[in-house]
């Protein structure tokens, strides 16, 4: 097979799940699975955020690979003052970036040039589709749709380098976006938004992040009806934990075991004991393999998002549905259920034991009540009958 030509849109800064699909990817690339064409970062954590993308880049021994920044001020800690329960996101800054940035060498790409200097996400984009063959590209947006907005919105002959605007380079260059992001079985009226789309929502105080639900509805809006989008939602990454084994890393040694290491000691109720959930990762793993391992059910519908709260509709049954190019990675109840079917049945057990052993415990305080009344009972008959017999002696 091929190596499938792979962009990587990330908004490395607040969950871990992050480093884990960048570090899965550059694995991919090590076996050939994948040709890494640039990544690009998508949330206001300017530079620390691309600085931490190159650190990992830089150890995986592609410090060169493009990256380039989103520079805004969705996610900017200097702008982002959240208010609970968002406070986990520390203003967009996140609990392990810092760690990386500090404790791991980053890549010419960002130490070679002045933070000034860096290349905009959008630049970077443009020129690492300009270059690829027709339709070869798969771009994993595990991140917010910041970036593939600006993309599809760049005009023809950007900063001069005479390339068609960038709604048609995606037509002409990418054979399929694979986006985490949304929920395949909202219910507006329990859920919260999915983060990717909306952040804290419309209707939260989340600062800048506020924009995102137009953002994300604009970018959906926009992208060519032509390139699929496949969409893993939150129901199937939150029910799947990887990367739990690099707590046994020493420190030091990888900055994937140093990110999850450092985000699930101070997020230790985010993380069990495989790991953080999986939403990017499992992106990642599509964008190259497909549904090679069957995990999928595959349902075509049409994803909409609302731009004022980011709440999304995922239609798989309207006309609407049909013929969109959008599908949603469901987890195949063959695969999923099985597991799931193995807790169920050893919790059964289990409570089947603890009711078996209730119900013995009844019935022996039964059988010890009714001793004691028949020996109550026994006792007053030998009375009665000893009374007259002592009395007659
Ligand atoms: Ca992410």
Redesign the pocket.
Known sequence: MPAVDLVVD???SI?V??VGALCLAHALADRGEAQLLAMTHDTGLFPHGVRALSAINKFYGRGDLPIGAYVGEVGDPESTHVEPPFLWTRNGRGHYVDELVAQWPQGRSTTGRSVAKLPRAVRVLRDALATAADASVVIAA??FATNLRDLLRSPRDSDGDGLPPGVELVREKVRRLVW?GGRARPVWSIHPPEW?FAACGGEASCGPYSQLGEITNVTLDEWPAAVPISFLGFEAGVEVQTGGFLRDYPDGSSPCADGYRAFCSRMGGWCGLGGRAS??PMAVLYAVRGNSYGRYDIEPGRMMVDPRSGRNTWDHRGGLSRGTGQENLLLSPRWYTNINGLMLAKTALTSAFVLLLLLLVLLECALVTDEQELGQEGGYAGADEAGPSAGDS
Do not use: F, K
Request: hydrophobic share 35%.
């Open positions: 990330t908004d490395l969950d799940d992050d595990i991140g985490m990717n939403w990017d």
